[in-house]
């Protein structure tokens, strides 16, 4: 085997993607071409530190919809073949990158399958939790779209048996994006959308009487944050992938504490 060929062979060969005879032929150049093994243990190091890094990255709720959106629709377009990430036979960088990309893909799908399989302690947080996830596929976030409360507010009035606040709260960087209705737990319920960054933030209210409780009561569930309260008659959840730091503040705003 040529220096150039083992080379062009070497990020497939890390990625366990060659046949078994390419491969061998792989390793017996590596034995014998020092030049050639250090770009191999160049390539595997490099590999390994680029999958912690992705991995490490939280990937805002938008890039995780879209994804999931393809798969499903990869999955449901062939039934029996598994999903397979086309890997074009490029440069040893060029598919270091792919395969952790890759990486970041399978750790993105898994997150979700278990977010489904979860069976949570709390039958409506788990609702709440599915209608988020549910909200960031393509075309679902709002039934309707502004930023000015003006018109997302009265949006609400006869299409959900409650009128939620509508705080503009842009000048604090959550921007109101629109409005949707939803069905959780036997009630219709009004959905105000906000962002934060790429990071989609859903406010859930329905009528729930009863007395006012703490505001602010957090859970988590597979990196998802849920604040439950009950304000005013209203039972509310705030979901978002954001971090709790900043999505506490977010619901000091928009539930305010008695
Ligand atoms: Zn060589």
């Not at 062979?9 to 078994?20: A, T």
């Amino acid at each position: 085997m040529k220096c150039a060929d083992c080379l062009e062979s070497l990020g497939p060969f890390i990625d366990g993607e060659l046949p078994p005879d390419e491969a061998a032929l792989v390793e017996e150049h590596l034995k014998t071409c020092a030049d050639c093994a250090a770009a191999h243990q160049r390539l595997v190091a490099t590999s390994s530190q680029l999958k912690k890094t992705l991995m490490r990255y939280e990937a805002p709720d938008v890039l995780k919809a879209r994804i999931r959106a393809s798969i499903t629709e990869a999955a449901r377009d062939a039934p029996d073949q598994p999903v397979m990430v086309p890997l074009p036979r490029r440069s040893a960088w060029q598919r270091t990158f792919a395969a952790a990309a890759v990486v970041a893909i399978v750790s993105s799908g898994l997150t979700y399958a278990v977010v489904n399989q979860r069976a949570s302690a709390n039958p409506v947080e788990q609702e709440v939790l599915a209608s988020h996830i549910r909200s960031l596929m393509p075309g679902h976030l709002t039934d309707v779209a502004s930023n000015d409360q003006h018109n997302v507010k009265p949006w609400f009035n006869g299409r959900a048996n409650v009128s939620p606040d509508v705080p503009r709260l842009d000048s604090l960087g959550f921007p109101l994006i629109g409005g949707r209705l939803d069905y959780i737990d036997g009630h219709n319920a009004a959905v105000v959308v906000y962002t934060r960054r790429q990071h989609v933030i859903n406010v859930f209210s329905w009528a729930s009487p009863g007395p006012t409780e703490q505001s602010g009561v957090l859970s988590t569930s597979n990196g998802y944050h849920l604040i439950r309260a009950r304000h005013n008659g209203l039972e509310m959840w705030i979901v978002s992938d954001l971090n709790e730091s900043e999505l506490r503040d977010f619901a000091r705003m928009v539930i305010p504490p008695r």
